[in-house]
């Protein structure tokens, strides 16, 4: 049973993580994740709370996502957008950190082992 609603998107119009949101609503984050994914209904206190905790109507989270988005004024929507950007070029700044990373560990390896083997002890 799918359910569509926008909490991973006003989650992350307010910058919460989903550990923090799923937190704040007593639940694990492998559950907010199912309610964000629409595997798993929301019960009435779950969207009260959730509509307290992100400071919008319930009837917004359960909004068609063409009207919420319509709903939304120019600059929240920019935001949104410029988020939903940040975040996937914050990601892979992250994957090239761990790239460069691996590759330091290996070089550092290598000039270990050349040393220790030259010098005959090691650093």
Not at 1 to 24: D, P, T, V, W
Not at 55 to 83: A, C, G, P, Y
Not at 109 to 121: E, F, L, R, V
Request: aromatic share 6%; with cysteine; glycine share 4%.
């Amino acid at each position: 049973m799918k359910q569509f609603n926008n909490i991973r998107h006003l989650r992350e119009l307010r910058g919460y993580s989903q550990k923090y949101l799923a937190s704040r609503v007593g639940k694990s984050q492998s559950t907010l994740s199912k309610i964000e994914n629409g595997c798993v209904a929301i019960s009435e206190n779950t969207a009260e709370l959730l509509s307290e905790i992100l400071e919008v109507k319930k009837e917004k989270i359960f909004e068609d996502e063409d009207q919420f988005f319509q709903s939304l004024d120019n600059t929240q929507h920019n935001l949104f957008t410029r988020l939903v950007e940040n975040k996937e070029l914050l990601h892979q700044v992250e994957l090239n950190q761990k790239n460069i990373l691996e590759k330091l560990d290996t070089y550092l390896s290598k000039a270990t082992k050349k040393i220790t083997i030259q010098g005959g002890c090691s650093i």
